[in-house]
């Protein structure tokens, strides 16, 4: 359920940043019915509070998994699951209707925390679930804390993705959580660091979306929505790892260099989104300090650079 | 400390802002600024009409974007008159003597006269106080880092200390919305330069009213600069930028010497140059051909180099 947009310190919640929330949330879930390579252009007042506040809204999405790689779970296969209160990497040793056995564990009941990783994912350790977040994962998921660390991990396989400037929206979150403890915001949105702590956090920050060529593991991944936060994260950003994902990107008006992306877009001069869901094309209406532009990025050459 | 509610009060301020426009009349640098334009046609030939050109359009430039009067160093009036007086002695029946002259005038009337902006800062500030916490409710947004300290030595001595002074650049690491943003002349020429052409100098500076720290933003424009044109204020297309509502209760009509100065005093690309290879002139001496605009050549020493581009 959404919640209310309120505030307990600060007043109540400023419409633009409200508006950027049911955006977000929608184009979450309107991706599968949007044109591949889109581009959500929004240029806002401030930076600050708007990644979170859009991760909010994108976390808040019914994303369905539709027959993702990360649910063929076989004997063999490299998993990321929950088990004994921790997050693990283990090889499944062994599957059936009733459990699963992998690194010495025996599972039953609902796989819904178990994730096949795709073949190169690099290995990590196992990670124990802290204990701060806990409750509020737990009262955010409307779940017991004894199963709160499983129901993370099962709505962890397609993460929400901020790129540029992690460590100013690390303190947006929190910002946003001391605000108003009942949205459960740290719960819900626990920002995880880099593309491989995928399968163990809703949300993950990276300074630049990577490109193929530096993670293709990645490929075999969906992330629910790409958030890009300022003008660096743009620039530095690949946009063209999964071109099924829109990218919603957010440029502050304040910034001289967000200036100088939005004329660069302009310049572009990529087509403008037509065919886009009703409900997704009211929500892109300018309002409330917003600018907001759809364009559609023409699909790259696969091997442009051959041409010079 | 940026506390949340500062921040929402950033995004609310840009919800709606509201821009008052007030137009000043100030016939004595409307007078300088004619004289000036009346020796664009010369730069090309002649260093001190373009020396005179931009002086005069510098001493517009401060004149009309702070309360600062035109006796004031900053404005260099007085340098200007003295530059043209010695030209004049040194340069008899040259032929920019009439333009020169008229310049001349109309500065020292300039220079006698008071700063009509400077009487609008005056009202406009006594409007505005200080919160509950001590902190001033209005700002005053000078357009340049060097003219911060002359602009606060005058507001300390008209008594109007309750407004703080900032540059854009201080403003945008603010994070605290105020009532009134305070600001004077037009955008694309205020926050201009050698090294930025109006148009993006307004599309940089435009977020100082679609994205202002304050709800209001009290704006003074000279009567003959251009209208203030909303669209270029935002940085995406026109269908996709909310309306800005703004309260121009001047004259809106656009006058033909507001557009020239605005658009091709400043405009970079108005004089093209043509550099061509070093040649070697009738008289032996070395030197570097450029052809203006007007397809005149100019000889330039190969080590001294062309003047300075305007």
């Not at chain 1, 809204?57 to 998994?65: I, K, P």
């Not at chain 2, 009346?38 to 931009?54: D, F, K, Y």
């Not at chain 2, 709800?215 to 270029?232: Q, S, V, W």
């Not at chain 2, 026109?238 to 658009?263: F, N, Y």
Request: aromatic share 6%.
């Amino acid at each position: 359920m959404v919640p209310k947009a309120q505030a307990g310190r600060g007043g109540n919640i400023p419409t633009g940043l409200i508006r950027l929330r049911e955006v977000s949330q929608c184009l979450t879930e309107s991706a599968c019915n949007v044109e591949r390579n889109l581009r959500i252009l929004v240029t806002v007042p401030t930076l600050r509070l708007a990644g979170a506040v859009a991760a909010l809204g994108s976390v808040l999405a019914e994303d369905a998994c539709r027959g993702c790689a990360h649910q063929y779970l076989e004997a063999g296969a490299r998993i990321s699951a929950w088990a004994s209160g921790r997050f693990v990497d283990a090889t499944l040793s062994y599957i059936d209707d009733q459990e699963a056995c992998f690194g010495g564990l025996r599972l039953r009941g609902k796989r819904d925390s178990m994730h096949r990783l795709p073949s190169g994912f690099p290995e990590r350790a196992d990670a124990r679930f802290p204990d701060e977040i806990r409750a509020d994962v737990a009262a955010g998921l409307a779940c017991t804390l004894g199963i709160a660390g499983q129901r993370h991990s099962a709505r962890c396989p397609h993460p929400v993705i901020v790129a540029g400037e992690p460590k100013a929206f690390r303190d947006d979150v929190e910002a946003l959580a001391a605000c108003d403890t009942r949205l459960h915001i740290r719960g819900r949105l626990d920002p995880g660091h880099g593309l491989t702590d995928w399968f163990r956090h809703p949300v993950l920050r990276v300074h630049a979306i990577p490109e193929l060529s530096e993670a293709p593991w990645a490929a075999e991944l969906r992330p629910r929505l790409l958030i890009v936060r300022g003008s660096v994260g743009w620039m530095a950003s690949s946009r063209r790892l999964w071109p099924g994902v829109p990218i919603l990107a957010l440029i502050s008006r304040r910034s001289p260099a967000g200036c100088e992306v939005a004329a660069t877009i302009r310049a572009f001069g990529w087509p403008r989104a037509i065919a886009l869901p009703p409900a997704l094309s009211d929500l892109l209406r300018p309002g409330h300090g917003l600018e907001v532009s759809a364009y559609v990025e023409p699909e790259a050459a696969p091997h442009d650079e051959d041409l010079w | 400390v940026t506390t949340i509610g500062d921040v929402f009060a950033l995004w609310r301020a840009a919800e709606q802002p509201t821009v008052m426009v007030t137009r000043l009349p100030w016939p004595e640098l409307e007078a300088v600024t004619n004289a000036a334009i009346g020796l664009r046609p010369s730069v090309e030939r002649s260093t001190v009409a373009a020396e005179m050109l931009r002086g005069a359009l510098s001493t517009r430039q401060l004149l009309s974007a702070t309360p600062l009067p035109p006796n004031d160093g900053l404005a260099g009036i007085s340098y200007l008159v003295r530059r043209i007086n010695e030209f004049l002695e040194g340069h008899p029946g040259h032929s920019l003597d009439k333009s020169l002259r008229a310049l001349q005038s109309s500065l020292v009337a300039l220079l006698a006269s008071s700063s009509i902006v400077g009487e609008w800062f005056a009202n406009v500030l006594s409007e505005y106080g200080e919160d509950e916490n001590g902190t001033p409710e209005a700002v005053v947004v000078v357009p340049r880092r060097a003219w911060v300290q002359a602009v606060r030595a005058w507001l300390h001595k008209e008594e109007l200390t309750c407004a703080d002074v900032m540059t854009p650049g201080d403003l945008r690491q603010c994070c605290t919305a105020r009532k009134a943003l305070i600001l004077a002349g037009h955008p694309s020429s205020s926050f201009s330069s050698g090294w930025k052409a109006p148009d993006v100098a307004i599309r940089e500076h435009g977020w100082l009213f679609t994205a202002p720290p304050a709800g209001t933003i009290r704006l003074a424009l000279t009567a003959d600069a251009p209208l203030l044109d909303e669209a270029a204020l935002w940085l995406a297309p026109s269908q996709d930028h909310p309306i800005l509502a703004i309260e121009d209760h001047g004259p809106r009509r656009e006058t033909p010497s507001s557009h020239q100065w605005v658009t091709n005093t400043f405009d970079a690309t108005f004089v093209r140059r043509t550099p061509r290879q070093h040649v070697d002139t009738d008289d032996g001496v070395p030197a570097i051909e450029v052809v203006t605009a007007s397809r005149h050549s100019i000889f330039f020493n190969p080590e001294l180099g062309p003047r300075r581009k305007l």
